[in-house]
Antibody, heavy 119, light 108 residues
Framework: QVQLQESGPGLVKPSETLSLTCAVSGYSISSGYYWGWIRQPPGKGLEWIGSIYHSGSTYYNPSLKSRVTISVDTSKNQFSLKLSSVTAADTAVYYC????????????WGRGTLVTVSS | SYELTQPPSVSVSPGQTARITCSGDALPKQYAYWYQQKPGQAPVLVIYKDSERPSGIPERFSGSSSGTTVTLTISGVQAEDEADYYCQSADSSGTHVVFGGGTKLTVL
């Protein structure tokens, strides 16, 4: 079955760049769907970060757009998130998910990874 | 920026019906989706396109839409339904995803 797995450093220093990767198994990214990132600060709600198609077409949350880059590597069947100039407010569980592009919802999620921003 | 508004909490006794609302100006034009999230777990889609239920989701979960408000209804609530529930939709452009603030369902 299709599975998504996030990976990356669990601790990032303030002002640095957060980098995460989502590996997709059981499905070829090149076959379709959008792929997205969502985050959840401890004890708070969900926030959409952005989404990408295998062609590289992207959509970003306007509130994060200036700091976010989402890219896709079809050869490795994975997609990635970079968030620059992080602060403590970026501490969150980061989820990757599969996006039904026709309707923009998330039908399959990774387990999530906690990223803490601290010196 | 576009917002979806949910009540912070809803409480219900086992066997009763829970209704969780979500309001947003673009909801008459955009579908709504509902996710269930239990502590320490990733969200799970329970309703899509306002009222469709994914395979594997119990029939007691249903969704409806009326104007600028969508409603998640859980009939015959069970203890295992205690969780946070999030609505999600898109803004009027249809390209930016928005989540509601979430509703904590407590089963008394």
């Amino acid at each position: 079955q299709v599975q998504l797995q996030e990976s990356g450093p669990g601790l990032v220093k303030p002002s640095e760049t957060l980098s995460l990767t989502c590996a997709v198994s059981g499905y070829s990214i090149s076959s379709g769907y959008y792929w997205g990132w969502i985050r959840q600060p401890p004890g708070k709600g969900l926030e959409w970060i952005g989404s990408i198609y295998h062609s590289g077409s992207t959509y970003y949350n306007p509130s994060l757009k200036s700091r976010v880059t989402i890219s896709v590597d079809t050869s490795k069947n994975q997609f990635s998130l970079k968030l620059s100039s992080v602060t403590a407010a970026d501490t969150a569980v980061y989820y990757c998910a599969r996006v039904l592009a026709s309707d923009w919802y998330f039908d399959l999620w990774g387990r999530g990874t906690l990223v803490t921003v601290s010196s | 920026s576009y917002e979806l508004t949910q009540p912070p909490s809803v409480s219900v006794s086992p066997g009763q019906t829970a209704r969780i609302t979500c309001s947003g100006d673009a909801l008459p034009k955009q579908y709504a989706y509902w996710y269930q999230q239990k502590p320490g777990q990733a969200p799970v889609l329970v309703i899509y396109k306002d009222s469709e239920r994914p395979s594997g989701i119990p029939e007691r979960f249903s969704g409806s839409s009326s104007g600028t408000t969508v409603t998640l209804t859980i009939s015959g609530v069970q203890a295992e339904d205690e969780a946070d529930y999030y609505c999600q939709s898109a803004d009027s452009s249809g390209t930016h995803v928005v989540f509601g603030g979430g509703t904590k369902l407590t089963v008394l």
